[in-house]
């Protein structure tokens, strides 16, 4: 389905995060503070009768919250963006290259198709690793990404057409992510 996704995030060590994420069926906020996840879902305060659930992957008794510790390592690996650059220069094959105006900017747009065999050799998130392995399982071998960066080199978007897998209507899609604010507190 459609949603939008958006927030704030502080990169480096550790990654702080606040994030509204919406679909049809409502919104949710996820924060990310100190390396423990907490989520607002809607109708969870009835079943809980608390308004957050909280994921501390510190807690070893907790299965859930340490599948949230791998997610967190996985937001660390691959949400900050000079990490995404890298994975792109190591698996991807530069296709286009263009200047052009975005958002008031100028920007320099790459167009940048990705090797799935590349990206899984060079990915050390190991949960990013195992889903691309699946992906080319089930016939994936390349997909376009495009970036466009500002003249500090700073990425102000990024857009990834994933084709679908199952060759079932709309299960494919195209991801955007709008980066602004850099430097922000």
């Not at 906020?29 to 608390?50: A, H, R, S, W």
């Not at 060079?122 to 399982?137: S, V």
Request: proline residues 6%; negative net charge; aromatic residues 6%.
């Amino acid at each position: 389905g459609v949603g939008t996704t958006t927030g704030s995030i502080k990169f480096g060590d550790p990654v702080a995060e606040h994030m509204t994420v919406s679909t049809a069926a409502g919104s949710e906020q996820v924060l990310l503070v100190d390396n423990v996840f907490y989520m607002q879902i809607p109708g969870m305060q009835e079943l809980t009768n608390k308004p957050w659930i909280k994921f501390d992957p510190s807690n070893t008794s907790d299965p859930t919250s340490q599948l949230f510790g791998a997610l967190i390592n996985s937001i660390k690996e691959n949400a900050d963006p000079s990490q995404m650059i890298k994975n792109l220069e190591a698996g991807g094959t530069l296709t286009g290259t263009d200047t052009e105006q975005l958002n008031g900017q100028s920007t320099t747009h790459y167009k940048i198709t990705v090797d799935v065999d590349k990206m899984i050799a060079n990915q050390t998130d190991p949960t990013m690793k195992q889903m691309l392995g699946l992906a080319e399982q089930q016939g994936l071998h390349n997909y376009p990404v495009e970036v466009w960066l500002d003249s500090h080199g700073l990425p102000l978007q990024t857009t990834i057409n994933m084709p679908s897998l199952s060759g079932a209507p709309g299960s494919g899609g195209v991801s955007t992510v709008t980066y602004t604010n850099w430097g922000a507190p």
